[in-house]
């Protein structure tokens, strides 16, 4: 197996020419992954879980009012073979809003900024929720930028029939009333604390919430506390909200785009995701039979949270077997020594017990 002591990204060979990415001047982001700013048409903050150079570059893409603290409990399991990146959009985390707005095609353009300004080859894109429905946007209208897709439970087409649950429906239901979106997320900031809110939020979320150990809820209060902080996180949100709303209910360009995507894809998939239903799932499973789709029973809209070690145990494998052309795609020549088979670099599902310990 490759060797995962990481590379500095400046010596990686990852980047592209002159980059505009230089170190995070707070330092050091979660568990002490290195932090970065990218300057494209503003500071779009970039966290480096690690991993060997010469492995798969994958670029992890949050969901609607989440950020790079999404995918802590998940990248360690993927560092010991793969590059593992993420970015915080527009006005998500701690990347402020900015042109273009925060909705979901805006947000789309500010990732393939990032991967044609910032990365010197194409990404396998890791993107739950809203940032599946911006990765597969990406995938169809710059595909040489995308060698693969990971997309957790993504934002899809609404399959005739099919509704989020009616907690969800009538949070997004306030969203879409003039004025009364913002007012809504501020008044429920005021009244509850951060912890309360996350506690919250996990009950939609997680199929089981007990599942999130304690660290991860620390980091979790402390990320909102801050976007308590943040001017213009709530009207980021609403807007994005909407936009993401709209691509599944009116269907048209995502329905095309889903059927035209022509990267090696895997779909994974919650029971119990109250926000996306796995009606969903099932439909793109039968529109695209030659993408991998894993239903994963008991868990809900963000299982990269909930049962980290399941979700990473698929994508090796998938990176090791369907997704081989897109481990192969996402390597860059040159990048840290010279790889083995891509057999014996990538964990399969027998193996992949033997990596790191999960937070908790």
């Excluded at 004025?179 to 900031?189: E, P």
């Excluded at 030659?290 to 698929?314: C, F």
């Excluded at 390597?331 to 990596?355: E, F, H, M, W, Y």
């Amino acid at each position: 197996m490759t060797s995962t002591t990481p590379v500095p990204l400046s010596e990686s060979g990852l980047l592209a020419a002159h980059a505009p990415l230089r170190p995070d001047p707070a330092g050091p982001a979660e568990d002490g992954h290195a932090a970065y700013q990218a300057q494209l048409g503003g500071p779009v903050y970039v966290v480096d879980f690690g991993g060997p150079a010469d492995g798969p570059v994958m670029v992890c893409v949050h969901g609607l009012g989440g950020s790079y603290h999404n995918w802590l409990r998940l990248a360690p399991l993927l560092t010991p073979t793969c590059r593992v990146l993420a970015l915080d959009l527009a006005g998500h985390g701690r990347t402020p809003a900015q042109r273009p707005r925060p909705h979901v095609a805006g947000n789309q353009r500010l990732l393939d900024r990032f991967l044609t300004e910032v990365l010197a080859g194409p990404a396998v894109l890791v993107g739950n929720s809203m940032g599946g429905m911006i990765s597969l946007r990406q995938s169809v209208l710059a595909p040489d930028t995308v060698a693969g897709l990971v997309l957790v439970n993504p934002a899809l087409p609404l399959p005739r029939g099919a509704y989020p649950a009616p907690m969800t429906l009538a949070l997004f239901a306030a969203l879409f009333v003039p004025r009364l979106g913002t007012h809504t997320l501020a008044r429920r900031r005021a009244r509850t604390t951060p912890l309360a809110l996350v506690e919250e939020s996990l009950v939609r979320l997680c199929g089981d919430p007990s599942r999130i150990p304690a660290r991860t809820l620390e980091v979790m209060e402390r990320a909102q506390r801050e976007r308590g902080l943040t001017a213009g996180a709530d009207a980021a949100f609403v807007t994005a909200a909407r936009s993401v709303v709209a691509g599944m209910v009116r269907r048209t360009p995502l329905t095309g785009y889903l059927r035209t995507a022509a990267a090696p894809t895997l779909l994974l998939h919650g029971t119990l995701d109250r926000l996306v239903p796995v009606a969903m799932a099932h439909a793109a499973a039968r529109s695209r039979p030659d993408w991998r789709v894993e239903i994963l029973a008991g868990l809900g809209h963000i299982p990269m949270l909930e049962d980290p070690d399941q979700t990473a145990t698929i994508i090796l494998d998938w990176l090791a077997h369907e997704g081989r052309p897109a481990a192969q795609a996402a390597r860059r020549p040159g990048a840290g020594p010279a790889p083995g088979p891509l057999s014996q670099d990538i964990p399969t599902s027998a193996n992949v017990a033997a990596g790191p310990a999960v937070d908790s």
